[in-house]
């Protein structure tokens, strides 16, 4: 499993469903803990009814259907799919309208989803996922992109309520890529994906989701100032040390 | 993703799995991935033969280069100098490199026999280029390796008849302990034509960097071009293709720069804004915005 895990880590980003896929045929008796432990791009369904898309991942998913956020109803039709409470789905229902709003203030389109589930320590689960295609075919408003890809996951892990406060635990995971094509400068591909953790005690009064969403917010521009400047600037250095601009070309000493 | 089968899988179709794991390795890594892989498998001969099949075709794809015995230089990996699958030619010394190519070592060295090696005529043109792209690659890379091979028309005896070079730069940094590693493979086509007297250069050049400190990120890029120039001697030959070479790949690096520098605020912002378009931060806590957006949401079929 640790071999598995460090492959994924190697392997180019772009090739993850290909490389997962690969894994779960080598070793089927690791599935479970593949599926949960390697990030995937999310894939997405259309809720007919709804008119409207929803995401897929493991926590909407039962046996082979997975339920839809706008109609709580499973696709395709399952008799007793796992539903969540009475409750928890009025909250459910509100975090998914407020998340859309935010999501397209910030993603300027894409598809959002959010799930909730009780969970064993009187607390429950949110997940909250977005993905955005950037490409200029799909909803690249600037059309820089020839491909490009966002896909967002935040699990968060909500405790019972005590004494006016509450703690979340959130884990975020982004993978994404862009590609750039053009005559003078050919293609330009980057892609990759991060994972990080966030603990936080907070009041309740305002609200699960008030408390939640600025959990969210704070992580994903975290998460893409770390990829913009860290992760790809980087790779950006490393170039300019296999090749230094022509300013500061002088020799180096033989290490 | 529905659940697994529990069907076993053929041996050919492990082996192929495991290949295709090796040959798709950033640069650099396919040690560690070979490391992992072979655990992942649990069958030493089944990996043996994966292993045998991959690394030849990746050692030439990313042109590695290693050390030859006696101190005499390196040889690159190429299918342009490949005699036999373990034997590479290296033209600058006369010599025949064999390597083995799961250690990516090289384990002997025989010298060259003349059929293998260019007609007088031709390597004339070779040699000079050789050492003007020397001098080039010495200047620009760091670590950079060069060799110059010639891919067609080797036997031509003088004028009259046309032939082609192929120039190879290959410069690799590896920094696993900094979770880091990059290649730059640049491979220029030039043809030597004879009846119009000119010479027709096409470059491919190719940069990779991996990053994996807590993450996984990595850059892939590739440039296509060409130019052309007139067929003169050897040296000036080498001298024009050399300076033409230097203008293409500073002009393709600066290219590189300017697309790293329009990430942040251009680029990026096609997959996510950095801040909405009011500037602050999204307004959570105020539900009255809410129910009058939910309302005007729902209006104009945002959001589906």
Known sequence: MEAAMGLMRRIPPKHTDTALSALLSLLPHHSSDLLSQVDQPLQVLCDIE????????????????????????????????????????KLEVEANDIFAIYRDQY???????????EDDNEGFVACFLIKKDGSKTAQGRRGYLQEGAWDAIHVIEVGPEDEGMAQYRLTSTVMLSLTTDNESSGTFSLSGSIRRQMDMNLSVAEGHICNMGRMIEEMESKLRNSLDQVYFGKTKEMVCTLRPPAEIVMRLPDC | ????????????????????????????????VSK?????LNDEELYNEAASE??????????????????????????FGELKENEFLDLRTAQVAIVDHIKQVCTGLRPALDDEL?????????????????????????????????????????PGSDFDLVVVISAARLSPQNFCNGSWRSVWN??????????????????GAHYFEEGNVQLDAKHECKDTTVFQSPDDCAITIASIIRHHET?????????????PDTTFKDLRRKLPVTRTLFPWHNTLQFNLTRDLTKELGIGK
């Open chain 1, 107 to 117: 993603y300027e389109g894409g598809i959002s989803s959010v799930y909730m589930w």
């Open chain 2, 36 to 40: 992992d892989v072979k655990a992942i």
């Open chain 2, 118 to 158: 260019p007609s007088p005529y031709v390597e004339e043109f070779r040699c000079s280029l050789d050492a003007e792209i020397l001098k080039y690659v010495g200047e620009a890379y760091p670590k950079g390796v060069c060799s110059v091979y010639c891919t067609k028309g080797k036997d031509v005896e003088g």
């Open chain 1, 50 to 89: 709804s008119g409207k898309e929803f995401i897929l991942c493991e926590y909407n998913r039962d046996a082979d259907s997975y339920r839809s956020p706008w109609t709580n109803k499973y696709h395709p039709p399952l008799e007793d799919g796992a539903l969540p409470s009475l409750e928890l789905r």
């Open chain 2, 54 to 79: 991959a690394f030849p075709l990746y050692n030439k794809s990313q042109m590695i280069c290693l050390e030859m015995p006696g101190r005499i230089g390196d040889v690159l990996v190429t299918s």
């Open chain 2, 190 to 207: 030039i043809e030597f034509k004879d009846v119009e007297q000119i010479l027709e250069l096409r470059g491919k050049l190719q940069v």
């Open chain 2, 251 to 263: 002009e393709y690096l600066a290219s590189l720069e300017a697309s790293y520098s329009n990430l």
């Open chain 2, 1 to 32: 993703m529905a659940d697994v089968e529990e069907a076993e899988l053929s041996d050919k179709q492990k082996k192929e799995i495991a290949k295709w794991f090796l040959l798709n390795s950033p640069a650099g890594e396919i040690q560690y």
